[in-house]
């Protein structure tokens, strides 16, 4: 059996949930029952076969409505991997900290590279901090507290996951610096990032090594499912760019948000429409049940 849910930015009217079973059914999923999670706002439909096809018929076919489809088993997630620039933060930290040394075209675009899987992830974070090189270690903290900002539904997402038993698990290819007190403000269990190295109060142009990259998110995936132990269905990752790609593909739900093409095009799931909460949607959670602590 699988569930497709529907989760809307604004309004979900009992007409789109009537389409979508009329989509359904067209592409023979054999859809059985529906009903709502949150009146008005995100609803679950029953359905006994074809996810990919049902995820061809209703993706895009409702304006502003996410879409989430996935087998009912191990549907409530027990681990959440997760991303943090323009994840879990509204941001690209190390973009923000080059507007502060006036280079941020030019090291934004080199993000924006890497994210799209264009450059390789490693070379291309060691480019962009050798370019920060010199830059007054005061900047970080100036940085975090006027740049960076929690996304919206990131502390209901790991707050009640937490809640329910499940682990969370933020792992960055950005720097320590700033995932240590984002994790610390959202909650999560563990952080684990990149760390840079800072000579006589100034960055010195590089980042302890190994780097934290796709590889490494994809190996803290697994370990934590070795570790705890827990079955591959029970797991969640989310993030936006190329090198989450890795995760994304290993976890039982692989989720893109707000994500570059690439990673939209591989994931189990994307939103693209809704902030993080849909991801408590996603697993059938009303809103009733959320927690912020």
């Not at 959202?186 to 760390?195: E, L, M, Q, S, T």
Request: glycine share 10%; proline share 3%.
């Amino acid at each position: 059996m699988f569930i497709a849910t529907l989760i809307a930015a604004n309004e979900l009217a009992a007409g789109q949930i009537s389409e979508a079973m009329d989509r359904l059914a067209a592409a023979g999923c054999a859809p059985s029952a529906q009903g709502w999670i949150d009146e008005g706002v995100a609803a679950d439909i029953a359905f006994g076969l074809g996810a990919h096809e049902a995820r061809t018929a209703l993706e895009g076919a409702f304006a502003g409505v996410d879409v989430v489809v996935q087998s009912l088993a191990g549907r409530p997630k027990r681990l959440l991997i997760a991303d943090m620039d323009s994840t879990m933060i509204t941001v690209e930290c190390i973009d923000e900290l080059a507007d502060y040394a006036g280079i941020k075209p030019q090291i934004a675009e080199i993000t924006e590279r890497a994210m799209r899987g264009e450059l390789d992830f490693a070379e291309a974070l060691d480019a962009r901090v050798a370019l920060l090189k010199g830059l007054d270690e005061s900047v970080i903290e100036q940085c975090l507290a006027e740049r960076v900002r929690i996304m919206p539904g990131a502390v209901e997402l790991v707050c009640t996951m937490r809640a329910r038993g499940g682990t969370t698990i933020l792992v960055s290819g950005g720097f320590t610096r700033f995932a240590e007190p984002v994790g610390r403000e959202i909650g999560f269990d563990r952080v684990v990032a990149n760390r840079l190295m800072i000579v006589d109060g100034k960055l010195d142009g590089t980042v302890a090594k190994p780097i934290v990259d796709a590889g490494t998110k994809e190996a803290t995936l697994l370990a934590a499912i070795e570790q705890t132990p827990l079955p591959a269905e029970a797991t969640l990752a989310v993030g936006d760019g190329a090198n989450d790609l890795a995760m994304i593909r290993r976890a039982g739900l692989g989720v893109a948000y707000h994500a570059k093409p690439v990673v939209a095009a591989a994931a189990d799931a994307r939103i693209d429409h809704n902030d993080l909460a849909a991801l408590l949607y996603a697993q059938g959670i009303a809103r009733r049940d959320w927690r912020t602590d």
